[in-house]
């Protein structure tokens, strides 16, 4: 079983800066493809930023590209994104998640079904 608990939202000025974390145990953690997604109201939950298994290959949207990062640090089974020059449109609930490695990228960025969840932390963006 995987257990996902996000932290380090919050409410920041548009070109603000915040770093989420995302404290991780379970198995599946350390070895599938892990990342971050958001759903802003009245809109569907899309990926924002993701790493392959074994911490390879970062992936990001097109609309965060340049101005987030994610990393990982495997000793403390921790998740991080670094979101920097912060926007208005970049305000949502954001959901760290996991999947098992044979489920494959397409299922874990866009299918999502068999993605483990944390519960969110919200950030908000104020123009």
């Known amino acids: 079983q995987v257990q996902l608990v996000e932290s380090g939202g919050g409410s920041v000025q548009a070109g603000g800066s915040l770093r989420l974390s995302c404290a991780a145990s379970g198995h599946t953690y350390n070895r599938g493809y892990m990342g971050w997604f958001r759903q802003a109201p009245g809109k569907e939950r899309e990926g924002v930023a993701a790493?392959?298994?074994?911490?390879?290959?970062?992936q990001y949207a097109d609309s965060v590209k340049g101005r987030f990062t994610i990393s990982q640090d495997r000793a403390k089974n921790t998740l991080y994104l670094e979101m920097n020059r912060l926007k208005s449109e970049d305000t949502a609930m954001y959901y760290c998640?996991?999947?098992?490695?044979?489920?494959?990228?397409?299922?874990?960025?866009?299918?999502?079904?068999?993605?483990?969840w944390g519960h969110g932390t919200q950030v908000t963006v104020s123009s």
């Open positions: 998640a996991v999947v098992a490695p044979e489920y494959g990228w397409d299922y874990f960025w866009r299918d999502q079904r068999y993605n483990y």
């Open positions: 790493l392959w298994p074994g911490g390879a290959n970062p």
